[in-house]
């Protein structure tokens, strides 16, 4: 097929796409370049990752076949809609990677919503199209309540009553409309509706309303409207003005779609210019386990003061993912991974984390940060030079990548390990510290726990003494019978001298349920209320910045600035977005080295 990525995931969609290239349904046969997409969020939160799905399905159908996909705000319901959601929406799209027309880059001083289309700049459109419907009898005000208007709707199996009202003359509907448009009339008090079928099996197609009177700001329109488009009526519009060919929204949809069909017809019908028809494609929701994907839940917690805002660290929302440390590329090959189906589904969030660990394995620069230490003096240090004396280690920045190069880490008599990387009469299989065993510091020396130095029950430091013949972590020579001495376990470590006190934040999925709420109906029952954890006092060697030789080789450059590590040993770790508090830096954990959920679920 005529496609300019093919490396992009095929799926049910292309494959109707490609049939219609081929026949030139949208324009010239052969023609990819005709596909139009866009993504359409509501300005009300912030995007999460299933709206990354969305995103990854429209705007990468353009890229696959060289067409365009725009983003546009629907709207539409000034209650709930602010500027600053809108803000956050527009970097959360080009933080995914993804282009619109007219996108122009902030950081070169362009406007951030340059070419960013909005609903409500079509409500003047929207509303001359109204009225034609009604000029034609296919549409009607209805001075019922919203009560009444429910009341008779009628059941799956019993069709509804009609308004009595729905025969009332054009022209009074006309002048109707204008009232509530210019908020001449109460809220509530009349709605506009479509004439359709109040017998129809299909619920969405019983009079729908169109237009509902609300007297409320618009965070763009100001007070000029009284009245706002619904869903239905505005979403084929929308589409119809932009000439979107593909309108590709989640299953819920599917029954909506003979009203999508059934407006643009009407207003189609014995019209001498007819307007745009895009096609809607339904397609499965995202759905990971563990976390949740509405805004509304997703507010609440923001509101209620359980997290500390939309963009907290454990939050499943796109700008909480990012501060995280989660990387646009891993969440792309996620949303690309779990596929584009018509079958609804609970997607595991382990493979989410997963591309992470994929992707920063590859891309993130080593370097070591003892998070709970515990001080280790090495006895001995003084017997083979001044006591006082730091040996500079050579540690490799990415095993993946020999091109990153090496760093200069920091070795001397008082170290920090681990806490837990000691442990009392520990057994046979134990190969990390305890009194009489031997060690190897990744890129330091070999040492044997000597002592362990107690206060009130609590281990202060660990008497330790080193091997000068294993500079590096390298095995000593051979003794004079030719045996060489091995050990088991290697441990990271920080020398006292020029560690980097540090605050390290271990986020963990933020409820404990696969289904959060599906046990008591209450999804805030199952929060995990150790879903963030703050150390402090962690220690971290002193050349922990990406070097130019890292950058060289790419490893540590990423597209969105933000720096990622991995600590040895302890996993994925970013640069929070505040920096540092009072100069000491904050990390939060991406993720650890390994999925410790699926292993402690199989126990
Ligand atoms: P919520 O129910 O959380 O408010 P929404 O669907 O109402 O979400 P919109 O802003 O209207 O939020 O969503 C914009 C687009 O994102 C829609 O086309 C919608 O179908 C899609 N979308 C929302 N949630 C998901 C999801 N979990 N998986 C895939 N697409 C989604
Ligand atoms: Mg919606």
Same mark, same amino acid.
């Given at each position: 097929?005529?496609?300019?990525?093919?490396?992009?995931?095929?799926?049910?969609?292309?494959?109707?796409?490609?049939?219609?290239? /081929?026949?030139?349904?949208?324009?010239?046969?052969?023609?990819?370049?005709? !596909?139009?997409?866009?993504?359409?969020?509501?300005?009300?939160?912030?995007?999460?990752?299933?709206?990354?799905? /969305?995103?990854?399905?429209?705007?990468?159908?353009?890229?696959?076949?060289?067409?365009?996909?725009?983003?546009?705000?629907?709207?539409?319901?000034?209650?709930?809609?602010?500027?600053?959601?809108?803000?956050?929406?527009?970097?959360?799209?080009?933080?995914?990677?993804?282009?619109?027309?007219?996108?122009?880059?902030?950081?070169?001083?362009?406007?951030?919503?340059?070419?960013?289309?909005?609903?409500?700049?079509?409500?003047?459109?929207?509303?001359?199209?109204?009225?034609?419907?009604?000029?034609?009898?296919?549409?009607?005000?209805?001075?019922?309540?919203?009560?009444?208007?429910?009341?008779?709707?009628?059941?799956?199996?019993?069709?509804?009553?009609?308004?009595?009202?729905?025969?009332?003359?054009?022209?009074?509907?006309?002048?109707?409309?204008?009232?509530?448009?210019?908020?001449?009339?109460?809220?509530?008090?009349?709605?506009?509706?479509?004439?359709?079928?109040?017998?129809?099996?299909?619920?969405?197609?019983?009079?729908?309303?169109?237009?509902?009177?609300?007297?409320?700001?618009?965070?763009?329109?100001?007070?000029?409207?009284?009245?706002?488009?619904?869903?239905?009526? /505005?979403?084929?519009?929308?589409?119809?003005?932009?000439?979107?060919?593909?309108?590709?929204?989640?299953?819920?949809?599917?029954?909506?779609?003979?009203?999508?069909?059934?407006?643009?017809?009407?207003?189609? @019908?014995?019209?001498?210019?007819?307007?745009?028809?895009?096609?809607?494609?339904?397609?499965?929701?995202?759905?990971?386990?563990?976390?949740?994907?509405?805004?509304?839940?997703?507010?609440?917690?923001?509101?209620?003061?359980?997290?500390?805002?939309?963009?907290?660290?454990?939050?499943?929302?796109?700008?909480?993912?990012?501060?995280?440390?989660?990387?646009?590329?891993?969440?792309?090959?996620?949303?690309?991974?779990?596929?584009?189906?018509?079958?609804?589904?609970?997607?595991?969030?382990?493979?989410?984390?997963?591309?992470?660990?994929?992707?920063?394995?590859?891309?993130?620069?080593? @370097?070591?940060? !003892?998070?709970?230490?515990?001080?280790?003096?090495?006895?001995?240090?003084?017997?083979?030079?001044?006591?006082?004396?730091?040996?500079?280690?050579?540690?490799?920045?990415?095993?993946?990548?020999?091109?990153?190069?090496?760093?200069?880490?920091?070795?001397?008599?008082?170290?920090?390990?681990?806490?837990?990387?000691?442990?009392?009469?520990?057994?046979?299989?134990?190969?990390?510290?305890?009194?009489?065993?031997?060690?190897?510091? @990744?890129?330091?020396?070999?040492?044997?726990?000597?002592?362990?130095?107690?206060?009130?029950?609590?281990?202060?430091?660990?008497?330790?003494?080193?091997?000068?013949?294993?500079?590096?972590?390298?095995?000593?020579?051979?003794?004079?019978?030719?045996?060489?001495?091995?050990?088991?376990?290697?441990?990271?470590?920080?020398?006292?001298?020029?560690?980097?006190?540090? @605050?390290?934040?271990?986020?963990?999925?933020?409820?404990?349920?696969?289904?959060?709420?599906?046990?008591?109906?209450?999804?805030?029952?199952?929060?995990?209320?150790?879903?963030?954890?703050?150390?402090?006092?962690?220690?971290?060697?002193?050349?922990?910045?990406?070097?130019?030789?890292?950058?060289?080789?790419?490893?540590?450059?990423?597209?969105?600035?933000?720096?990622?590590?991995?600590?040895?040993?302890?996993?994925?770790?970013?640069?929070?977005?505040?920096?540092?508090?009072?100069?000491?830096?904050?990390?939060?954990?991406?993720?650890?080295?390994?999925?410790?959920?699926?292993?402690?679920?199989?126990?």
């Amino acid at each position: 097929m005529d496609s300019q990525h093919d490396d992009t995931p095929r799926h049910f969609i292309t494959e109707i796409i490609d049939g219609e290239i /081929a026949s030139g349904r949208w324009g010239d046969p052969g023609d990819a370049s005709v !596909v139009r997409t866009r993504f359409p969020p509501e300005p009300n939160g912030f995007l999460h990752v299933g709206h990354a799905k /969305a995103i990854c399905v429209s705007f990468g159908l353009a890229e696959r076949y060289g067409g365009a996909c725009n983003l546009r705000f629907d709207d539409t319901n000034p209650e709930k809609e602010e500027d600053a959601y809108v803000r956050a929406i527009i970097e959360d799209v080009r933080w995914l990677g993804f282009a619109w027309p007219g996108m122009a880059d902030p950081s070169a001083g362009g406007d951030p919503a340059a070419g960013v289309l909005f609903a409500s700049d079509y409500f003047g459109r929207m509303y001359e199209l109204a009225r034609g419907l009604v000029e034609k009898g296919l549409a009607y005000v209805d001075e019922q309540s919203p009560e009444e208007i429910r009341a008779q709707r009628g059941t799956l199996k019993g069709p509804g009553t009609g308004s009595p009202f729905r025969d009332r003359p054009a022209s009074e509907s006309l002048a109707l409309l204008e009232k509530m448009k210019s908020g001449g009339v109460e809220d509530g008090s009349m709605v506009l509706r479509a004439k359709i079928d109040m017998a129809s099996p299909n619920m969405n197609l019983r009079d729908p309303v169109m237009y509902r009177v609300v007297r409320a700001a618009h965070h763009r329109t100001g007070s000029e409207w009284s009245i706002y488009p619904m869903y239905d009526w /505005a979403h084929g519009l929308e589409d119809s003005i932009e000439g979107i060919t593909h309108s590709l929204c989640t299953l819920e949809f599917e029954h909506h779609r003979p009203l999508y069909d059934w407006f643009i017809e009407a207003i189609n @019908r014995d019209n001498p210019e007819p307007i745009h028809h895009s096609r809607q494609i339904e397609f499965a929701r995202l759905n990971p386990s563990y976390i949740i994907t509405s805004k509304r839940k997703l507010k609440q917690l923001v509101d209620g003061g359980v997290v500390d805002g939309w963009d907290d660290p454990r939050m499943p929302t796109l700008s909480g993912l990012r501060r995280r440390g989660f990387t646009p590329e891993a969440i792309r090959g996620f949303c690309d991974g779990v596929g584009v189906t018509k079958f609804n589904a609970v997607h595991d969030i382990g493979l989410l984390e997963n591309a992470a660990r994929n992707d920063l394995n590859r891309r993130a620069p080593r @370097r070591m940060c !003892v998070l709970d230490p515990v001080r280790v003096v090495i006895e001995n240090w003084g017997e083979h030079g001044e006591a006082d004396r730091v040996e500079m280690m050579t540690g490799i920045n990415n095993p993946e990548d020999e091109a990153a190069g090496t760093r200069e880490i920091p070795f001397g008599g008082v170290l920090y390990v681990e806490r837990d990387d000691y442990m009392d009469d520990a057994p046979k299989k134990w190969f990390r510290l305890t009194e009489g065993r031997e060690v190897r510091l @990744r890129y330091g020396y070999w040492i044997t726990c000597r002592e362990a130095v107690k206060e009130n029950g609590e281990l202060v430091e660990l008497r330790c003494t080193y091997d000068p013949l294993t500079r590096g972590g390298d095995s000593p020579p051979a003794d004079a019978e030719g045996r060489v001495r091995k050990v088991k376990g290697t441990l990271h470590w920080v020398a006292k001298a020029g560690a980097v006190g540090c @605050r390290v934040r271990l986020i963990d999925r933020l409820f404990t349920a696969e289904r959060p709420g599906k046990r008591t109906d209450e999804f805030m029952d199952d929060l995990n209320p150790e879903a963030m954890r703050l150390l402090e006092g962690c220690r971290l060697e002193p050349n922990w910045r990406t070097t130019g030789g890292e950058r060289d080789a790419g490893t540590g450059v990423w597209s969105d600035g933000i720096e990622r590590f991995q600590f040895e040993r302890q996993g994925y770790f970013c640069v929070d977005a505040c920096g540092a508090v009072d100069g000491v830096p904050v990390f939060n954990r991406t993720v650890p080295l390994r999925d410790s959920w699926s292993k402690s679920k199989g126990k």
